[in-house]
Nanobody, 116 residues
Framework: QVQFVESGGGVAQPGGSLRLSCTVS????????MYWYRQASGKERELVAS???????DYADSVKGRFTISRGNNINTVYLQMNGLKPEDASIYLC??????????WGQGTRVAVSS
């Protein structure tokens, strides 16, 4: 059974910062990469950032230079540091774990609001 613990969502002012964290665990669970997606109400799910087990990162153009994805001591824990938040960053942020086997597992999501 795979379990997620996500935290760090909340309300920030425009230009402010939040840090999301996600830890995934499970028996015989071998993570290749971790992803942060976001989905706002009425919009399609959008890939925000990713990090592989080797540390390679990638970002959506909309967050480059503002968001940073990083790992903990291993790939099973990831963080998303969000700086310079904009109203359009408000969304549900979802953590996704991609296994070497090809399977994907999703966290429950954490809400980010940006408001003055």
């Amino acid at each position: 059974q795979v379990q997620f613990v996500e935290s760090g969502g909340g309300v920030a002012q425009p230009g402010g910062s939040l840090r999301l964290s996600c830890t995934v665990s499970g028996t015989a669970f071998d993570v290749y990469a971790m992803y942060w997606y976001r989905q706002a109400s009425g919009k399609e799910r959008e890939l925000v950032a990713s990090v592989t087990h080797t540390g390679t990162t990638d970002y959506a153009d909309s967050v480059k230079g503002r968001f940073t994805i990083s790992r903990g001591n291993n790939i099973n824990t990831v963080y998303l540091q969000m700086n310079g938040l904009k109203p359009e960053d408000a969304s549900i942020y979802l953590c996704m774990a991609h296994e070497f086997s090809g399977r994907n597992y999703w966290g429950q999501g954490t809400r980010v609001a940006v408001s003055s």
